[in-house]
């Protein structure tokens, strides 16, 4: 029978103690003996993560919330937390940014917090279906994405805890999600861990506003919402600490558009 991880399963390492996966209809760790279960094609890293394990765990797999995601929800999202209120950051900037950037690499790519699949797809004409990897914590989310992308490689798993060996990947895209993670340092340092040397980090997210009335409303939005803005240096910190090299940084109103680089040595 061939392994649920496919032509990947090389690649994928157990999250728990990073051990040998046996393979079979069920992926074992060779080591904490730990299984993975497989859903629809879908190897899940993180089974005892539920839609009752916290509130934005339910948000994330409540069925009207990711059917709105897209053509709603995100929109109005990206228009408030990047203050896009001229449009100057727009889907075909998101588009080209990641064509400059992360087109040119070699080996496997990961969509990290793929969500609905949006991306996935830039992602997937960029460098190809059978080099890309998506992986997000919603079921719901990977259903919608796999639905639209079927010949994507989907699996379930936590960014602070990503189930991929060191050094096997050729780059890592976190878009519009790393400003969600619980801890996103931690999601940084595992995205340096699994990049080859040379591999390449984009990522979308959110710069803290400076003005008081503006940060106010983000300060209340994270506390109420679990979203957290950044501070460029602070986000320089965490990757120069990861052991990334910091290529480009910047982007339009509060849109934090970035690229690092693993040194070659």
Not at 93 to 119: H, I, M, S
Request: with cysteine; glycine share 6%; aromatic share 8%.
């Amino acid at each position: 029978m061939s392994s649920p991880l496919q032509a990947h399963a090389h690649l994928f390492v157990c999250p728990r103690c990073r051990g040998k996966l046996l393979e079979g209809p069920e992926p074992t760790c060779s080591q904490c003996r730990t299984p993975f279960p497989v859903q629809d094609g879908v190897v899940d890293f993180v089974p005892e993560l539920t839609a009752s394990t916290n509130v934005s765990q339910a948000i994330l797999e409540n069925p009207m919330f990711v059917a709105l995601y897209e053509p709603l929800i995100r929109v109005n999202f990206v228009r408030l937390m990047a203050r896009n209120f001229n449009g100057a950051l727009t889907p075909e900037l998101e588009d080209a940014y990641l064509q400059k950037f992360l087109r040119p690499v070699d080996g496997p790519v990961l969509d990290l917090a793929c969500g609905a699949g949006r991306w996935t797809r830039t992602l997937a004409n960029l460098v190809g279906v059978e080099r890309l990897i998506a992986l997000d914590l919603s079921r719901a989310m990977l259903e919608a994405a796999k639905e639209v992308l079927p010949n994507v490689f989907f699996v379930r798993g936590n960014a602070q805890q990503l189930p991929l060996s060191d050094a096997s990947l050729g780059a890592v895209s976190c878009w519009n999600s790393l400003q969600l993670l619980p801890n996103p340092s931690e999601a940084i340092r595992e995205v340096s861990r699994c990049l080859k040397p040379g591999g390449v980090f984009t990522c979308f997210t959110y710069r803290r506003a400076r003005e008081p009335l503006y940060g106010y409303f983000q300060s209340t939005f994270a506390r109420n919402g679990g979203v957290r803005p950044f501070d460029e240096e602070e986000l320089r910190q965490w990757l120069t600490q990861a052991g990334l090299v910091v290529e480009d940084l910047g982007g339009p109103n509060l849109a934090l558009l970035l690229t690092a680089r693993k040194p070659t040595s």
